[in-house]
Nanobody, 124 residues
Framework: QVQLVESGGGLVQAGDSLRLSCAASPSIFSFNAMGWYRQAPGKQRELVALITSGGSTKYTDSMKGRFTISRGNAKNTVHLQMNNLKPEDTAIYYC??????????????????WGQGTQVTVSS
């Protein structure tokens, strides 16, 4: 059974940084893409960023320049570095994985698995 464990969320002030991490298990599996979504209160879940096994990345435009996604050194791990956080970044952030890497030129297909989510709260 695939499990995704997220960490790194919390309460910060506007302008601060946070680094989210996600580890997918079991390690015998290989996911060709990993990424992050977020869902703010009263809003739909939206893609934040994803990265393929080949290192290609896709970001939602509003997060480019402030957020950076990277694969960890350990297999099936992914990080999201979030800088200059704003109150509107407040949301539950979900880790996601895909068996097959999505076509980054098109709308990203739904992930194969989701994590439970980690809360990020940014105060003004």
């Amino acid at each position: 059974q695939v499990q995704l464990v997220e960490s790194g969320g919390g309460l910060v002030q506007a302008g601060d940084s946070l680094r989210l991490s996600c580890a997918a298990s079991p390690s015998i599996f290989s996911f060709n893409a990993m990424g992050w979504y977020r869902q703010a209160p009263g809003k739909q879940r939206e893609l934040v960023a994803l990265i393929t096994s080949g290192g290609s990345t896709k970001y939602t435009d509003s997060m480019k320049g402030r957020f950076t996604i990277s694969r960890g050194n350990a297999k099936n791990t992914v990080h999201l570095q979030m800088n200059n956080l704003k109150p509107e970044d407040t949301a539950i952030y979900y880790c996601a994985v895909w068996w097959a890497a999505p076509d980054l030129r098109r709308r990203v297909v739904d992930p194969s698995y989701w994590g439970q989510g980690t809360q990020v709260t940014v105060s003004s």
